[in-house]
Structures are given as structure tokens and as C-alpha cells.
């Protein structure tokens, strides 16, 4: 992590959080440091009032000429109680007031992904946790530390001036005896921001072996495997780790905050007898003595709270610094300067010698497959696991980028048109779909949100994939909450408020979502299948088979049974398409294809041949 940025970061970044902070609240923000500035202001006006009064009341002043200093007293104490509420509400709001903006800035930038790859980095994920952790608070923490720091000043300054005038070796060794404050306090900043990255991988297993003893999915295994307490004794490592790596930074901390609240004493005390000293030898008045006093006080507080201030605003700096790196991050996919306009699908989709890996230092996934999806015509892609079979449909989608070669759609290059334009002209059944904790008819709705709320249409892909009676029976039909993750305690127990699918099931909602959008030029169905009972399987091929006919789509299954029926069925193997034709042709070949397909049915030949 970088601990120490360059003065212009740090100039670039505090411009960015008073952008963001004016913009999330323009009237809360110049308020509250109208306020905080008064309240800087307030502490040198209530020891002048003070002094006032005693050199008056020492003098033998007559009481009506000292009242309008006593009421000029009583109003900074006044004052002294009621600011801190009013600044503490106004940040509060303004806190409130950023976390709104800074979520919707960061979210978005995540939606301006385009791909995934980006997502799948280990360290860009430590940034977005930081990120996260950050973006709620952290701007309005830098302009509070910066409005802090302003406020510390001005009393520092005012402090400085009376001290001055009153004993000007005496300010000026307060203000020596504050800069081993002010670099300590800033080296411990850095050194924390060190700590924080450092640990960061730590934090990032422990809550993964966390989230895993609580997780629902995992929650089978673990208890018949028996892995509770193996998972929570490595959880427990990890984060013993990462609070050894803490612990230490503490230590150092309290070291170093002990010996400067030890010269911070030393010096205060050293100015009180002195001053006790001159006053004795007639060169100090009362009020002097009682201002000297405050001086001294509020200027070694004034200056620790501008210590912690600064360390602080540098620590929210460096955090800040992750937010704004992946809010104003560049596109993960190149995008084209001029995209062009992605027509309906009118030839076919042409791979051309496309090479792909998930990275540089892995294997190649894809060597050079040459491959065409005609429109209009159903392809199954087949192949052992770990062909590349998911990988090739990433790329279809545009997910990735292939490294060499090129995926052309009527000729045109899809790196050359916008990525909405592509993905809204496909389809798909992901293998590894989602289940979302939102009503039946959202779970489906979401597979074109343009006609969520047609009913008609929702019910319509949900008996075209076999689950209109599943959603139909259910309590509350289309709007039965499929969760039980958001309940609160009043209708925990009420069966009719949410309900749990089976995978199968699931799997039939995720089938209706993408027939919703099969009005798209390309349809993506990897393993649609593979949960289904055989009645269901063999009613959602018929309904895939009616469904493709004259529709460009690419089928991924392991059970060949159901892709034989394909107009083309291409066989991947060590990156290459090896085998490419109908069902009859391949099964006329003799190769891979042919062999497995006699594989899987001598299973079931064995089953029903007595
Ligand atoms: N996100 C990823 N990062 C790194 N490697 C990956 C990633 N996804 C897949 N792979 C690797 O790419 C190879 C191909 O995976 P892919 O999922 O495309 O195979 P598949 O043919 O769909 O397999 P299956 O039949 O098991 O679903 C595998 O070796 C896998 O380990």
C-alpha cells in the first residue's frame, strides 16, 4: 500500500471528498464550519472575558462597568455547552448525507464493469473492502478532519497571539515542545494505514471461514463432514494474526503517546510555576496569570487536537484514497472510441481462432477454436469438464476479452460495439445461476425488468420452463417471498410469508427468467438441466427443442441425450473444437462423441434390459 502519497494526490483527493461532501449536503456543509470556526473562536474569547474581569475586580472596578464583561462570559459558556450539540447533529446528517452519495458513486462504478476479471483479482477485492469500509464515512471523516483541523487552528493562532503578548518564551517553547507531536503523530498514521493493507489478506480468509460457519449453503457438509471446528480454529488463527500484527502497532502507539502526554505535562507545569514565579516578582496581573493559564492549556490542546487532527485526516486520506481509486477506476474491457451499432443477428457468430486464459501465468483454456453459431440454428457445445465449454460462453457474452482471435457477430468484431448493445441481445441460463431472496415473479421478472410487472408475460416463461404450477401453489401464488433471510420476529413463524424452493425448482425459475428475454437474438442455456427430475428434464427439452426451433442458441449439457437433436454438435477438447456435425454424423464417425454418447446409453440400456 502506498503510505505516503505525493502532495498532489493528497491536495487531488481532499478537493474530491469537499466536492463530494458539498454536493451530498451544500447548506449542512458551509454551516458546519461556520460553527466549528465559532467554536474555535469561543475558548480565546471566554479568557480574555475572564482576564477582563479580574484585572477589573483586582482593580476595584465598579460592578455595572464589569457587567457587560460577566455577560459576555456567560455567553461563550453558553456557547461552549451548546456547540458541540449543534456541530455534532450537523455532522451527524452531513455523515448521513455522504454515505447516500458515496454508496451510489461506488456502486455505480462497479456497475461500469463491464467484465469480470477485474472482479476476480485478490487485490482489487482488498481495495473494494477498503472501499466499502471507507466510502460510508470516509470523506465526510477527511472534510471533518480538515474543518477540525481549521478549527484547532484558529484557536492555536489565537492562543499563540495572547501568549505573545503576555510571554513570548513561553510560546514559543509550547509551540517547539508540539513538533515532535506533530511528526510522531504522523508516522504512527502511516505506520497504521501500513498495518491496516498488511493485514488486509488476514481479514480477508478469517471472513471467509466466518461467513462459511454461517452460511446456509455450506451449512450440509459442515455438519455431517464434521468441519466446524476446523474451519473455526483456522478462523481463529487468522484473526489472532492479524490482532498480533495490531497489538504491536498499539504498543508503538501508546510508547509514543505516553512520552509526549509526559512533555506535554512538563511543559504545562514549567509554565505555571513560572508564571507563579512573575507574578510573585509584580509582573504578572491576576487576569495575566488566568490567561497564561488558559493559554497554556488551550494551546497544548489546541495543538494535540491539530496533531490528531492531521494524523487522522492523513490516515482517512490513504483510505480515501482506495475509494477514489476504484470509483474513478478506468474500464476493465477496452472500449471502443466510436462503438458500433449491433444489428439483429442476420448471418451467424463466428469464433476465429480464439485463444483465451484467465490470466498470464495460468494455462491456455481456449487454443485457437475455430467455431460458427449460424443464426437461427441450435449449436450444443460438448466436451469433458474443464473443456472450456462455460469459458467459451463468458466470451460469448463478453465477459472476457480473448487474448488472440476474434468473436465476430455478422462480420463485426464484438470488441467493436458496447457491451449493452451485445448483452441485449442475449439470453441465458448460467450454470451457476442465481437465486434470488426477492418474490417468485421478481425471480423471474428480472430476466427483462422493461416487462417485470407484465403478468402476463412472467406467467407466460414460467409454464414455458415448467414452473407456473410450483409458483402457482404457493402461498401467496407469483408473490410469495422465496426467502426466509428477512423476516423479523413478528412473522418469523407465519409459513404464508416466505417459502424455499428445492434446487430443481430453483433451477425451472432461473429457466422462466431467460425465457423472458427469448425474444433476443441469441440464447445461452449452459447445463438448464442438470437439477431437473426426468419428467421435468424431458418436458423442459421438448419445451427447449419448440422453443429453438429457428432461434440462434447455444446448448451446454452433459446428458447428450438431450443436445442430440441439435442442428450442430461441436466437441471441445484440449482447447480445440475436435469433432464438429449432427448427432448421426458424429455417432457415424466413431470419435469422442460417439463414445460417450454409447457410455452414458449402456448406462441406461444396462437399467431397463432385464
Ligand atoms: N474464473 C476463472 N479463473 C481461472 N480459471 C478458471 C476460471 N473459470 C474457469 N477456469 C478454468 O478454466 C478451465 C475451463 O473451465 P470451464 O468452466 O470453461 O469448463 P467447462 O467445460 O464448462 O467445465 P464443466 O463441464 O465442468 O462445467 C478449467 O480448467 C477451470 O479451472
Redesign the pocket.
Known amino acids: 500500500m502506498n503510505t505516503s502519497l505525493g502532495a498532489r494526490r493528497v491536495l487531488s483527493l481532499l478537493a474530491a471528498a469537499v466536492r463530494l461532501t458539498r454536493q451530498a449536503a451544500p447548506v449542512g456543509t458551509p454551516l458546519y464550519l461556520v460553527l466549528c470556526l465559532i467554536g474555535g473562536v469561543v475558548p480565546i474569547a471566554t479568557a480574555w472575558c475572564m482576564k477582563v474581569l479580574l484585572d477589573g475586580l483586582a482593580a476595584g472596578e465598579v460592578w455595572l462597568k464589569l457587567l457587560p464583561w460577566a455577560v459576555a462570559l456567560a455567553v461563550t459558556g453558553l456557547l461552549v455547552g451548546l456547540l458541540p450539540i449543534g456541530t455534532e447533529y450537523l455532522k451527524q446528517r452531513l455523515d448521513r448525507s455522504v454515505a447516500v452519495v458515496t454508496m451510489d458513486r461506488l456502486y455505480r462504478a462497479m456497475d461500469r464493469l463491464a467484465g469480470i476479471a477485474r472482479m476476480?483479482d485478490p487485490r482489487f477485492r482488498d481495495k473494494l473492502r477498503l472501499a466499502q469500509q471507507t466510502g460510508r464515512s470516509g470523506p465526510g471523516q477527511l472534510v471533518d478532519d480538515g474543518v477540525g483541523s481549521v478549527q484547532a487552528a484558529v484557536t492555536l493562532g489565537g492562543f499563540l497571539g495572547t501568549l505573545l503578548v503576555i510571554n513570548a518564551g513561553m510560546a514559543v517553547i509550547v509551540l517547539v515542545a508540539a513538533i515532535p507531536a506533530l511528526l510522531a503523530n504522523l508516522r504512527l498514521s502511516r505506520a497504521r494505514a501500513r498495518v491496516l493493507w498488511s493485514i488486509a489478506p488476514t481479514e480477508r480468509r478469517e471472513l471467509f471461514y466466518a461467513d462459511l460457519l454461517a452460511s446456509l449453503d455450506a451449512a450440509k457438509e459442515l455438519r455431517l463432514l464434521g468441519l466446524g471446528e476446523l474451519f473455526r480454529r483456522r478462523m481463529l488463527v487468522e484473526l489472532t494474526a492479524a490482532h498480533a500484527v495490531v497489538e504491536g502497532q498499539d504498543r508503538r502507539d501508546a510508547r509514543v503517546q505516553g512520552l509526549l502526554a509526559g512533555l506535554t505535562a512538563a511543559v504545562a507545569a514549567g509554565g505555571l510555576v513560572w508564571a507563579a514565579w512573575l507574578a510573585a516578582h509584580g509582573r504578572l496581573s491576576l487576569g495575566d496569570i488566568a490567561i497564561f493559564v488558559a493559554s497554556v492549556g488551550g494551546m497544548q490542546g489546541a495543538l494535540q487536537s491539530l496533531v490528531t487532527r492531521l494524523a487522522s485526516a492523513h490516515h482517512s486520506t490513504l483510505l480515501f484514497d482506495h475509494y477514489e481509486e476504484i470509483e474513478s477506476q478506468g474500464p476493465d474491457l477496452p472500449v471502443p472510441a466510436e462503438p458500433r451499432r449491433l444489428a439483429a443477428l442476420r448471418s451467424g457468430i463466428e469464433l476465429r481462432d480464439v485463444w483465451f486464459r484467465?490470466?498470464e501465468d495460468?494455462p491456455w483454456?481456449l487454443r485457437g477454436v475455430n467455431l460458427t453459431i449460424a443464426h437461427g440454428r441450435s449449436l450444443a457445445l460438448v466436451?469433458?469438464?474443464?473443456?472450456?465449454?462455460?469459458?467459451?460462453v463468458k466470451l460469448l457474452c463478453r465477459f472476457y476479452d480473448p487474448e488472440r482471435g476474434a468473436i465476430l457477430w455478422d462480420g463485426v468484431d464484438l470488441r467493436d460495439v458496447g457491451v449493452e448493445d451485445l448483452r441485449a441481445r442475449i439470453g441465458a441460463v448460467f450454470?451457476d445461476y442465481m437465486c434470488y431472496d426477492l418474490s417468485a415473479a421478481e425471480n423471474i421478472g428480472l430476466g427483462d425488468v422493461s416487462v417485470m410487472d407484465d403478468r402476463e408475460r412472467v406467467v407466460a416463461a414460467a409454464r414455458r420452463a415448467g414452473a407456473h404450477d410450483i409458483v402457482a401453489g404457493l402461498p401467496r401464488g407469483y408473490d410469495t417471498f422465496l426467502s426466509r433471510m428477512f423476516f423479523d420476529e413478528a412473522d418469523r413463524d407465519d409459513p404464508e410469508t416466505g417459502v424455499l424452493l428445492s434446487g430443481g425448482q430453483w433451477q425451472r425459475l432461473a429457466l422462466a427468467r431467460a425465457f423472458l428475454r427469448d425474444r433476443r437474438d441469441l440464447m445461452i442455456l449452459d447445463?438448464p438441466s442438470s437439477g431437473l427430475d426426468a419428467e421435468a428434464e424431458h418436458e423442459v427439452h421438448s419445451s427447449l427443442r419448440r422453443h429453438r426451433e429457428g432461434a440462434t442458441s447455444v446448448l451446454?449439457s452433459?446428458r447428450l441425450g438431450a443436445v442430440r437433436d441439435a442442428a450442430v454438435i461441436a466437441v471441445?477438447a484440449e482447447g480445440r473444437v475436435t469433432e464438429l456435425g449432427s448427432h448421426d454424423e458424429l455417432i457415424a464417425s466413431g470419435g469422442e462423441y460417439a463414445r460417450l454418447f454409447r457410455l452414458q446409453a449402456s448406462g441406461y440400456d444396462e437399467v431397463v434390459s432385464p
Not at 383 to 392: C, E, I, R, V, W
Request: net charge negative; no cysteine.
Open positions: 476476480e484467465y490470466a495460468q483454456v466436451g469433458l469438464n474443464g473443456a472450456g465449454k462455460s469459458t467459451m450454470q447445463e451446454i452433459h471441445l
